[in-house]
């Protein structure tokens, strides 16, 4: 579930206390909700029918005078309003949730019969429909989901989804323990009806997610998703949040108590090690090695055995049990978790003695699967980060270059700010730091005001626990708002690593001041710091404008590209470069993934401007036109990018050409 609004906020809160106070009241609004979803599918049913039935009675009613009028009049009109909602009817059957991804697990097969015992054992136990698919991915996480075969309707399938870092992280008991859980939310039993629900906001919500994002449904079912989904997904937070508990005491009433607790803490334990420690590891390397290792997750297996130390082991469980209940996810935080099981405090401390990590479920659980499901993560994993790996190697090596030339310069002539800048920054991704933080004090010393420069000292300060950062990244938030959503995301990750230092009050005021009470503030100053450089002409020639525009066609997304000279206080040569893109399905919802990619694939296209700053705007029926774009489209020579007219010189150059 996405953060929700204040308003949402104060929607959920009311609705809490509704749930505590009057149960039953809250389960009829529920209820009331649910009906008027399926009514909203079922109007088009039932024009249908009013329809045919009108026809009967027209037809039994030929030769009457007002028959006959009212035939002329209604019969097209409620014809083509029919025909209309039929169609919606029809695509709500033909909507097709695709499977989850990752490598599936035959559990007819022999190989498979182990974890196949496991899950039907643990299903009875817990009353839940049987599981038909086993999907293992790379996430530390498990979960089940439902797969109607028509849209909302129709035979489900059960699919169980297994991370195999979590099942590198848990006993065979423990693992059990998770799958009770993930199975009490299928089950048939004591918690059916509110199950019932549970699913029946997933599935609408699985629904929505790809019937816009694959443009399957038309205005009549897109508008109900819109409007429909976002509603009953609110209204029914406190249930499903409540559900969670329930299925935490199911799988500890199954498993044991103690079981389940440690499975809880472990799963924690194990996603800090891989955020913190094995993965930061592995991508440090990029520079180093031509391709990714080939092996990551038999590292991952001996990394998890091997590297959790005792006094990383307490950081992390203080930093997760310190985390706070959220209205952003419907699982509670573990602390809450732990609570409700009857682990307070001290309770917990006896928790932590009995983690073990070397006694993985995978291998024992998976048998001769195991080796199967190792190489296909293996491979996937490879497919995934060989561009980017080889894309690091390649600028490393360039990075290199870079020093060796600009190195051999400083022995005969002082370096520029904008050469130490490049010099500074290619150290850092050549790994060296140190040399790195000597050049930016010699910057700072010529221009204190260079944003950037703070921002990075401060960055690589934090990095080695030096408290010293805070100042550094204080005085780049206020030389360049533009730093800020980068500077507070680098103190949130301090804060995590230094608990101490996060409780101080120096460090709670600038969080505080910059981002809990600066977001109107800092959109405003983000928003002047943007209009103040869109009439500086940018400093591109023709040759690159044709390689961006040759390399933008690819991206059938991109609409328009603008390009401006940005204002900076150093004499650093950047470009502000704003990029409108649009889809043809006018109702697609764009998550953080779409967006992602696009930067990324954007980023690469525009690689011949070198230093830019990246805006991306939706232009289309789903966004309102931004009043910045407006404005760019009104200074001439800023379009450097528009597709339409590029695609046009193209056909036309091309019915020359033939």
């Not at 035959?106 to 019969?113: A, C, F, G, Q």
């Not at 010293?468 to 804060?495: K, W």
């Amino acid at each position: 579930m996405p953060i929700p609004s204040t308003r949402s906020e104060t929607l959920i809160k009311k609705l809490e206390i509704l749930a505590r106070k009057n149960p039953q009241a809250y389960r009829i609004q529920i209820a009331i909700l649910i009906g008027l979803g399926y009514c909203y599918i079922a109007l088009p049913a039932i024009l249908v029918c009013l329809y045919v039935y009108h026809l009967y009675t027209i037809f039994n009613s030929i030769g009457r005078p007002f028959s006959n009028l009212l035939a002329s009049f209604l019969l097209p009109t409620l014809s083509i309003l029919t025909c209309f909602l039929s169609i919606s009817l029809f695509n709500i059957f033909f909507v097709k949730i695709p499977p989850p991804q990752g490598v599936v697990l035959d559990l007819n097969k022999r190989e498979n019969s182990r974890i196949k015992d496991i899950l039907q054992d643990v299903s009875k136990k817990v009353g839940s429909v049987e599981i038909d698919s086993v999907v293992m991915t790379a996430d530390v996480n498990a979960a089940v989901i439902q797969i109607p075969k028509f849209g909302m309707f129709g035979k489900k399938q059960n699919f169980l989804i297994v991370g195999l870092p979590l099942m590198l992280s848990l006993s065979s008991e423990q693992f059990k323990a998770v799958l009770a859980h993930e199975f009490a939310h299928l089950s048939t039993n004591e918690l059916s009806l509110n199950n019932w629900l549970y699913r029946l906001v997933t599935n609408y919500k699985y629904l929505q997610e790809n019937a816009l994002k694959d443009n399957k449904v038309d205005l009549y079912l897109g508008l109900f998703l819109k409007w429909y989904v976002p509603l009953i997904d609110i209204h029914s937070f406190v249930l499903r949040r409540v559900n969670e508990y329930e299925a935490d005491r199911l799988a500890a009433n199954i498993t044991g108590t103690k079981n389940f607790a440690i499975a809880l803490v472990s799963i924690e334990i194990v996603q800090q090690f891989l955020n913190k420690k094995f993965w930061p590891g592995i991508y440090k390397n990029r520079g180093m090695q031509p391709e990714p290792p080939a092996n990551i997750f038999e590292l991952m297996e001996k990394s998890i055995a091997i590297e959790c130390d005792p006094t990383d082991l307490q950081r992390w469980l203080k930093y997760s049990l310190n985390k706070q209940t959220n209205l952003s996810d419907t699982h509670p935080c573990l602390a809450d978790r732990l609570l409700a099981l009857g682990y307070r405090e001290d309770a917990i401390k006896e928790i932590v003695s009995c983690l073990k990590f070397h006694n993985s479920s995978a291998r024992l659980c998976l048998g001769n699967s195991y080796y199967y499901i190792l190489s296909q993560l293996n491979q996937a994993w490879i497919d995934d980060e060989l561009y980017n790996w080889e894309l690091n190697y390649a600028r490393t090596q360039k990075s290199q270059q870079s020093v060796n030339h600009l190195v051999e310069k400083s022995e005969n002539d002082s370096l520029t700010v904008d050469e130490l800048w490049r010099l500074a920054t290619r150290k850092i991704e050549l790994g060296e730091q140190d040399s790195a933080i000597i050049i930016f004090y010699q910057i700072l010393e010529r221009n204190p005001n260079h944003a950037k420069t703070n921002l990075s000292l401060g960055t690589i300060l934090l990095d080695t626990n030096n408290t010293d950062g805070i100042n550094y990244l204080e005085r780049a938030m206020q030389l360049d708002p533009g730093t800020i959503p980068e500077a507070i995301t680098i103190l949130n990750h301090f804060g995590d690593r230094a608990p101490d230092v996060a409780e101080s009050d120096r460090y709670k005021n600038l969080i505080s001041d910059y981002y809990i009470h600066g977001v109107n503030s800092l959109s405003k100053a983000y928003s002047k710091s943007i209009s103040r450089d869109l009439n500086n002409k940018h400093q591109l020639n023709r040759d690159t404008t044709e390689l961006i525009t040759h390399n933008l066609i690819e991206l059938p997304e991109i609409q328009h590209l603008y390009a401006v000279r940005k204002v900076r206080s150093d004499d650093l040569l950047e470009h502000r470069v704003l990029a409108t893109y649009s889809f043809k399905d006018r109702l697609k919802l764009v998550d953080n993934e779409d967006i992602e990619k696009m930067y990324i694939a954007l980023e690469r296209a525009i690689e011949p401007l070198g230093l830019v700053t990246i805006h991306l705007f939706r232009q289309d029926g789903y966004c309102e036109c931004n009043p910045i774009i407006e404005k760019l489209r009104s200074i001439p020579g800023t379009c450097i990018y528009n597709r339409k007219k590029t695609l046009a010189i193209i056909a036309e150059r091309n019915e020359r050409e033939n």
